[in-house]
T-cell receptor, first 111, second 114 residues
């Protein structure tokens, strides 16, 4: 079992839709949670960074962490064609532990 | 643009050969991380250096090695290359040495082994 599981998609939505991207993880020691966006043939770009449970909002993006169910979510409101990319969740337990990435969900926003 | 630079962008080489990938971190960042990304394995952590010293090791093969120089740039050396080593190799950097710091990724080096 992988430490971080993510549905690879692809997920196709119409422009303006609300997108929900999700990950589950198995290690209860994970405390730091990240979402990266990766455009084709580019490096991952950090979108959101949260600590422990709760919500964090940044513009059209909201990251949500539920540690009780080991569930991480990223919501994108008013999705745009420019949001079309692969979204990677990532997590670690802090200290000198490595960051573990999900395999990514490919999102396509149709104009 | 993350401020992390990687060279070369593309590399095509034959099995059995050795290559060196180079990374320059963002100004002020002391940590460098190397990752391998393939279609079936996703983003895999290889190794981390902090201020010249190895800090953490992931799924790095013995045929691979890395170092970080006094000017903080890093090199990843891949030897006795196999077809399965074909992948995207990313470098990331962060200010601090622990995994709690935000990591910024470079554009990657696409390695093709034929």
């Amino acid at each position: 079992q992988k430490e971080v599981e993510q549905d690879p998609g692809p997920l196709s939505v119409p422009e303006g839709a609300i997108v929900s991207l999700n990950c589950t993880y198995s290690n209860s020691a994970f405390q730091y949670f990240m979402w990266y966006r990766q455009y084709s043939r580019k490096g991952p770009e950090l979108l959101m960074y949260t600590y422990s449970s709760g919500n964090k909002e940044d513009g059209r993006f909201t990251a949500q962490v539920d540690k009780s169910s080991k569930y991480i979510s990223l919501f994108i409101r008013d999705s745009q064609p420019s949001d079309s990319a692969t979204y990677l969740c990532a997590t670690n337990s802090g200290g000198y532990q490595k960051v573990t990435f999900g395999t990514g969900t490919k999102l396509q926003v149709i104009p | 643009d993350s401020g992390v630079t990687q060279t070369p962008k593309h590399l095509i080489t034959a099995t059995g050969q050795r290559v060196t990938l180079r990374c320059s971190p963002r100004s002020g960042d002391l940590s460098v991380y190397w990752y391998q990304q393939s279609l079936d394995q996703g983003l895999q952590f290889l190794i981390q250096y902090y201020n010249g010293e190895e800090r953490a090791k992931g799924n790095i093969l013995e045929r691979f090695s890395a170092q970080q120089f006094p000017d903080l740039h890093s090199e990843l050396n891949l030897s006795s290359l196999e077809l399965g080593d074909s992948a995207l190799y990313f470098c990331a950097s962060s200010v601090g040495g622990t995994g709690t710091y935000e990591q910024y990724f470079g554009p990657g080096t696409r390695l093709t082994v034929t």
